[in-house]
């Protein structure tokens, strides 16, 4: 027979299981971010597909492991699209493709991960890839879902750069101008410095094509 000790031992220890098991999903999850925004923003152009290809299949990886949740699929996404941007010609559209094809995973399981960064990526895509029959490109879809990313996250940096460079591509320039100061203002994030830095050069660059 136990002892009172042994069981209380053993029920502190059956608590903390899930604690352990949340920590080591996000300490993953943090290094997938951080690796990408090294490759995204610091990789030399010529590496970057081949360094977008090791993190998809971390990302896979990762996907299989926590099937319930929403967070690896929206990364791999992330990561296909941008290896999709490094790799370039008819070869990128199997890419996008594949991203588009994550990020709607992720939706069905949680279209709140992350901040609804999903809707971002994806809006992000719909605008960017060429329309039928070519690809799967659509403004109309595109504005909606950058729309529904800064419902839910109306101040983060990513939904206010999407939304802000989707406009600056249809010519509306006073709305985009907007988007990209609010974008420029947003709270750094202390986990992702590499990602926020290299997104405030994005934004620079595009406000510097838009009052030159």
């Not at 899930?18 to 996000?26: E, K, V, W, Y």
Request: without cysteine.
């Amino acid at each position: 027979m136990k002892t009172l000790l042994q069981l209380i031992v053993l029920s502190v220890a059956v608590a903390l299981a899930p604690l352990a098991a949340a920590d080591a999903f996000d300490d993953e999850l943090l290094v997938l971010q951080e690796n990408w925004a090294q490759v995204q923003y610091q990789a030399p152009d010529k590496e970057k597909a081949d360094a977008f290809e090791r993190l998809h299949e971390q990302a896979v990886a990762m996907a299989k492991r926590y099937p319930q949740r929403a967070e690896p699929l929206v990364w791999d996404g992330i990561i296909l699209s941008t290896w999709a941007g490094a790799k370039g010609g008819l070869g990128a559209l199997s890419l996008v493709k594949q991203a588009r094809a994550a990020l709607e995973s992720s939706l069905a399981i949680d279209d709140l991960a992350l901040q609804g960064s999903a809707y971002t990526s994806l809006g992000s895509l719909y605008y960017q890839v060429p329309g039928w029959p070519i690809a799967f490109g659509d403004d109309d879809k595109a504005e909606k879902l950058l729309k529904k990313a800064l419902a839910i996250n109306p101040d983060g940096i990513d939904p206010n750069f999407f939304y802000a460079d989707f406009l600056k591509e249809q010519g509306r320039d006073e709305q985009a101008l907007k988007y990209f100061r609010h974008a420029d203002a947003a709270q750094p994030r202390p986990d992702r410095p590499i990602a926020d830095q290299g997104r405030h050069q994005d934004i620079r660059r595009k406000l510097e094509e838009l009052n030159g």
